[in-house]
């Protein structure tokens, strides 16, 4: 297989190299006076970004989608954060070994981070008002030492308590119920964190959506129908007023991948942020 992709856009269209392709964009300029808030999604041609594991009742990017070299670049993106912004679901799946993204870097991009002066792994920053979390001996310490929770005034004090006791920080923004962008990227702010990569799923995607705080989306289009039973699309809640705009930054086109269905990869910035982040 190739180890190049061919750039659709910007034109004029070109050979490039995949390994490397997201580290290029710099992301980290895009924070140094403001928060930058990114996101990435692998979505397969009929809309279908999750499917029901039968075995653990929870969902996940469908394996027939799911590919290496997505995933490569997914790890680039992750790479450039200082924070990677996720769920209590996604915590609880890390500790049933049913997920790796909060803890897996590969060696040569955390050496890539060093050599810029960051910690080897981004901080993991968790949004959640159940607190609904393992407990903190239960965490791998890679997440545990690394780990900040943000909830709201209805946070269980208990919960908070006992995380504070092994030394997790926990912001508490807001009356609740719920918490908006704005509050989460306060609280990010007061921890230095301004490069934020959110790997939440649909509803906190909505979240940022809905509160005009994020400023890059990243998706890999998969050549593969997938049918089924309901679906999980990129944003999850009531409707956008008014919908989120979107400029294409970025297009790729991975010939060969899934067994010659290929895929695209796209980045698009949000149209209110261009001016800013050019």
């Given amino acids: 297989m190739s180890d190049s992709v061919l750039r659709l856009f910007p034109t004029p269209a070109a050979e490039e190299p995949l390994r490397g392709l997201y580290l290029a964009e710099d992301l980290r300029r895009f924070g140094a006076e403001r928060p930058f808030v990114y996101t990435n999604f692998i979505v397969s041609l009929d809309g279908r970004i999750a499917e029901l594991d039968p075995d653990t009742g929870r969902k996940g990017v469908p394996p027939a989608?799911?590919?290496?070299?997505?995933?490569?670049?997914?790890?680039?993106?992750?790479?450039?954060?200082?924070?990677?912004?996720?769920?209590?679901?996604?915590?609880?799946a890390v500790v049933k070994r049913r997920h790796t993204e909060l803890i897996t870097l590969t060696d040569d991009l955390m050496e890539w981070r060093q050599r810029r002066g960051l910690t080897a792994r981004p901080r993991v920053a968790v949004i959640s008002e159940s607190l609904r979390l393992p407990p903190a001996e239960?965490?791998?310490p890679e997440l545990c030492e690394r780990l900040l929770v943000i909830t709201s005034a209805r946070g269980d004090p208990g919960v908070v308590a006992q995380l504070e006791s092994v030394d997790v920080p926990v912001e508490r923004v807001g009356p609740g119920p719920g918490?908006?962008?704005?509050?989460?990227?306060?609280?990010?702010?007061?921890?230095?964190?301004?490069?934020i990569y959110s790997i939440a799923g649909a509803r906190v995607h909505h979240t940022l959506l809905g509160s005009g705080v994020l400023d890059r989306l990243y998706l890999t289009v998969a050549h593969r129908v997938l049918g089924g039973e309901g679906v999980d699309t990129l944003v999850w809640g009531a409707p956008l007023q008014p919908p989120s705009a979107f400029a294409l930054q970025s297009l790729y086109l991975d010939a060969e991948s899934l067994d010659g269905a290929g895929q695209?990869?796209?980045?698009?910035?949000?149209l209110e942020a261009v001016e800013r982040t050019l």
Wanted: net charge neutral.
């Fill in 65 to 92: 989608i799911a590919n290496r070299r997505d995933w490569g670049l997914f790890l680039e993106l992750a790479a450039q954060s200082d924070v990677l912004l996720t769920t209590a679901q996604n915590v609880r």
């Fill in 179 to 195: 918490l908006s962008g704005h509050e989460v990227l306060e609280a990010l702010q007061r921890h230095g964190l301004q490069v």
């Fill in 138 to 140: 239960a965490l791998p």
């Fill in 264 to 270: 695209l990869f796209a980045g698009y910035q949000r």
